[in-house]
């Protein structure tokens, strides 16, 4: 950020229909909030698409008292249209550091933006408002289909992006540096995030692209006056993205898991293959020997697959190219593959029949998988084999 002069944040706060509560924030951050904040100028962007009560009108009588207020009109497009519109125009005309959204129906506490100006000073690209962090909170007279929808929500966007640390995707209280945006603009220039699908798709996006996510809490509070422009537009189309961006972009942990299960079948028809093999060339050779040698064949093959796969596709971004990187990684991977793939779920195979019984044998192989395996070849691939170097 620009050190010699004040950095620039502007506040953009798109409206449809928020006459009366504009008449509240405005001064509320012109009067209250923003003056606290000394070492940044502040721009504040109504972008109001013709609302019908008249809120433009009423954001020109501000205009009046209030020099650093603009305001921005034009056609309904939805929500992410006017974010996406007032976003560009504010680059534009006023080359800020950062941009703020929120919204104008007072559930938004103005009260926080020094906070979030401050954990954007300190490292972070994007600012989230979040409600599901410690401090944060939700309505407690929201209805128990609602949090339900709202927990549903975020659970669904964390599963499928498969990131957990956001915890509030839909938070429409954000900033963002500059940067990010002019980044991300072209990305979030289409139809589908027009409507309320750009919440989601901004952080995505912003994490995709590798910038610093924060979290200030957020006590959310409902609007009084007003209604909701909130429909089911938004979960089809929100849903509709997800599933996009997730065939578009998997996520690491769905790569390496696909990869896994190519392994696995590698193993599955390679036990099969060479079995029928050895036994059409050395029919003398016991069942369990041959079984013994056509598996340990088979698994290495699904090992060298899963290896080749993960490096070109799950860990692409860090692949190993030099044949000096590539060998001892290698090994380290057969090893690793040997120990949380073979030896120590037999361990336990063997340790849990004897205490609970032979039935349980295969209950207890795919807990194994699903409980150890998995999570540990993850996290000794991210750790050791394809180590984040940055
Ligand atoms: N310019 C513009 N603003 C919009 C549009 N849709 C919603 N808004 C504004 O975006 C903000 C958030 O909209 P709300 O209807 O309050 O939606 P919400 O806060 O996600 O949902 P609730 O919790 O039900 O209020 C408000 O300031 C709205 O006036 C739109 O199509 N154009
Ligand atoms: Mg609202």
């Known amino acids: 950020m ?64 209030y020099q650093n207020l603009d305001l921005l009109t034009g056609q309904k497009q939805g929500l992410g249209k006017a974010y996406h519109k007032g ?21 938004h506490d103005p009260a926080l933006i020094p906070q979030i100006l401050d954990k954007l000073e300190n490292g972070c690209d994007v600012v989230i408002g979040n409600r599901y962090i410690k401090g ?54 289409k139809k589908r995030f027009n409507g309320y699908t750009w919440q989601i798709a901004l952080v995505n996006k912003a994490i995709q692209h590798n910038y610093k996510i ?12 007003g209604q909701s422009k909130l429909g ?17 972009n998997p996520p690491r942990f769905y790569r390496f898991a696909l990869i896994g299960f190519f392994g696995f079948l590698v193993n599955f028809f390679g036990l099969a293959f060479f079995s029928q093999l050895i036994k059409a060339n050395w029919a003398d050779l016991s069942v369990g020997v041959r079984n013994t040698i056509a598996n ?27 044949a000096k990187d590539i060998i001892p990684q290698f090994v380290k991977f057969n090893l690793s593959s040997f120990a949380t793939g073979i030896l120590i779920p037999s361990l336990v ?26 999570p540990a070849n993850y996290f000794i691939y991210n750790k050791f084999i394809w180590k984040d170097k940055k």
């Open 2 to 65: 620009n050190q010699t002069t004040k950095p620039t944040a502007v506040i953009i706060l798109p409206t449809y229909n928020e006459k009366n509560n504009i008449k509240k924030l405005i001064p509320a951050l012109f009067d209250k909030v923003l003056p606290k904040v000394k070492n940044w100028r502040f721009k504040i962007l109504v972008v109001d698409d013709n609302s019908p009560d008249g809120t433009a009108d009423q954001v020109r009588k501000l205009q009046a008292k």
């Open 87 to 107: 976003m560009d125009w504010a680059v534009k005309t006023y080359q800020p550091d950062v941009l703020i959204q929120m919204d104008a129906d007072l559930s």
């Open 136 to 189: 944060g909170a939700i309505p407690a007279d929201w209805s128990l289909k609602r949090k339900f929808l709202s927990f549903c929500g975020n659970f669904v966007a964390s599963l499928m992006l498969f990131n957990w640390s956001v915890r509030d995707w839909t938070s429409g209280y954000k900033a963002i540096k500059t940067a990010v945006f002019q980044d991300i603009k072209d990305e979030m220039n």
């Open 214 to 225: 924060g979290f200030v809490p957020l006590k959310f509070t409902d609007r009084r006056i």
């Open 232 to 248: 089911s537009e938004y979960i089809f189309n929100t849903l509709f993205y997800l599933i996009i961006d997730v065939v578009k």
């Open 296 to 322: 340990s064949i088979a698994a290495e093959l699904s090992i060298i697959s899963n290896f080749i796969l993960n490096n070109l596709w799950t860990f692409g971004d860090r692949k190993l190219i030099a």
């Open 349 to 374: 195979i063997g340790l849990g029949t004897s205490i609970f019984g032979d039935q349980y044998r295969q209950l207890i192989l795919v807990l194994v998988i699903v409980v150890f395996t998995v």
